[in-house]
Each structure stands twice: as C-alpha cells, then as structure tokens.
C-alpha cells in the first residue's frame, strides 16, 4: 500500500502496486490501473472538493477519477500541485508554467514568468483567503508571487536565498504564510537563509500595496532585525 485517502462521499481510497482499492458501502471494488491507466510508481491520492480523485505520483502523469470509476481525464507532462477554495486545480509543467484548470476540467490558463511568476517555478500554494501562490528563483534569487484572481505581484528575497524551498509552504492559524530557503548551505553566500514571513495588514489581504513580510534567521527574533 503506497496511499489513502477518503473523499467528500465517505468513500475510502487505496491504492497498492497496480491496483486501486475502492471502499464504499461497506463493500470492496478493485481496479487494475492497467485498465484505467493510472500511474503505477508510487501512486498518491488527493480527493477534490467535487468527490473526485486525483492520481499521480513521481514523474507520472496527474488523473482525475470522478465518482463514476467509468469515467476520468488525464494530463500529461504536468504535476498537480493543489486545488484552490474555488475548485480550480492548479499544475507545474516541466516548462516552468503554472497552469490552472477550471473546476469543470475544460479550460486551462498557462502563466510564465512574463506574468508576474518566478522564472523557475517550484510549487504552488494555496491560502485560506484564496491567493495563490507561486514560490521558486528568479534569475538567481529566491522570489515568491502571489496571485489575487486576477494580477501576479512577485517579491524577490535576496536576503533569504536563490531559490524558495519547495516543501516549506506553510499557513498558520491565524493567517500567516511562511516560506523557507531552499538553497544549499554556503557561508560565502550572500544569503542569510532562514524564513519569510508574510503577514496580512488588517482590511487589506495580500494586495501588493499591503502585503508586509519578514525575514527571520535561526536563533533571532524579530527585535534582533
């Protein structure tokens, strides 16, 4: 067994070596991945918000699996990254776009670097407050952007380092969102390191005229910057 999951209908999902394991009242139905074409390598389960389910796994191919087993759609040579309060699915493909699909599925929006995202994007995030979220490098520094549903503001952070962590997205309970560097260590640098922090001023959201972050450094505090 690589992955579980449990969709919005109460259905239990499993998925171990080639098959997908499906639990739903109270009985088992097994589909062999060969007849679905769902990827095989380490699969990983998402549900969405619509009850369907998202497979994928490294260096796979994302599926969505709706509640009908019978029917799915694939994406290639794209890695899902999160699904947005409003149901949209967000994608990196292997270009450095970030893609976003409508919650029916039919109509894709690509965004590059001229756009207002990092030149080398490496994960999108999703906040409560329904911004979006784009962390990575650009052009040799680490750089966040955030999207407010219509316009992309992108921050660099030469301070933090060249590239945002991908794996360090993360919101607090009161709304904050914080990202970590991602650069390898290197005293020579001109990097402290550490993690910015983003904070919302009251009224105003993320919008590029309030948007207030911090850099914080291991073993500091913020009277220390």
Sequence with gaps: MSSMAESSDGVIWISARRFLHRYANNRWEVM?????????????????????????????????????????????QVLFQVEAADGSRWFLSKEGQVGRNLPDGTKWTWFTRDDGI???????????????????????VASVARFDGETWTRDLLPQLGYRVGHLSPFETSDGEVW???????????????????????????????????????????????
């Design 32 to 76: 062999d991945s060969g007849y679905l074409d769902i990827p095989t390598s380490a699969p990983l389960l998402y549900t969405l918000n619509d009850g369907s389910l998202l497979v994928t796994g490294p260096h796979e191919k994302a599926m969505i699996l709706n509640r009908d087993p019978n029917r799915f759609a694939g994406f290639e």
């Design 118 to 140: 990092p030149a080398i994007p490496s994960v999108v995030f999703a906040s409560s407050d329904g911004t979006i979220w784009v962390a990575g490098s650009h052009e040799g």
């Design 179 to 225: 990202f970590g560097n991602g650069s390898e260590a290197d005293r020579s640098g001109p990097w402290k390191g550490g993690l910015v922090r983003y904070q919302r001023i009251p009224g105003g959201g993320f919008s590029h005229r309030s948007v207030s972050y911090t850099h914080l450094r291991a073993h500091e505090t913020e009277a220390d910057l």
